[in-house]
């Protein structure tokens, strides 16, 4: 069964930058499109980007595009989440999530089978 492991999470200060990981045990990523959410105190998850199985296609939240970044190395059995130009409304806990699919989608995260356990993003103003 597939784990994920979210890492890369801090604090940083309004405009700075950060960069998650998600990286895979028991399994491999290459069989998966790769999810990233976020949950901020009383709101419910949001999708934040996506990537497909192979990489050729990805996509962004309309509140993220053009400041995040999403990529997989597949070899290092390992997607990241560039985030720059980070805001406060940034601050959430961050999931990784994989779905059995080619392509990804962000509207349900119902949609994906595997989660790990967030990686807390706090964004000081």
């Known amino acids: 069964q597939l784990q994920l492991v979210e890492s890369g999470g801090g604090l940083v200060q309004s405009g700075g930058s950060l960069r998650l990981s998600c990286a895979a045990s028991?399994?491999?990523?290459?069989?998966?499109?790769i999810g990233w959410f976020r949950q901020a105190p009383g709101k419910e998850r949001e999708g934040v980007s996506c990537i497909s199985r192979s990489g050729s296609s990805a996509k962004y939240a309309d509140s993220v595009k053009g400041r995040f970044t999403i990529s997989r190395d597949n070899a290092k059995n390992t997607v990241y989440l560039q985030m720059n130009s980070l805001k406060s409304e940034d601050t959430a806990v961050y999931y990784c999530a994989a779905d059995y699919k080619l392509e990804c989608g962000l509207a349900k995260p119902a949609w994906y089978d595997y989660w790990g356990q967030g990686t807390q993003v706090t964004v000081s103003s």
């Open positions: 028991r399994s491999t990523l290459d069989s998966y499109a």
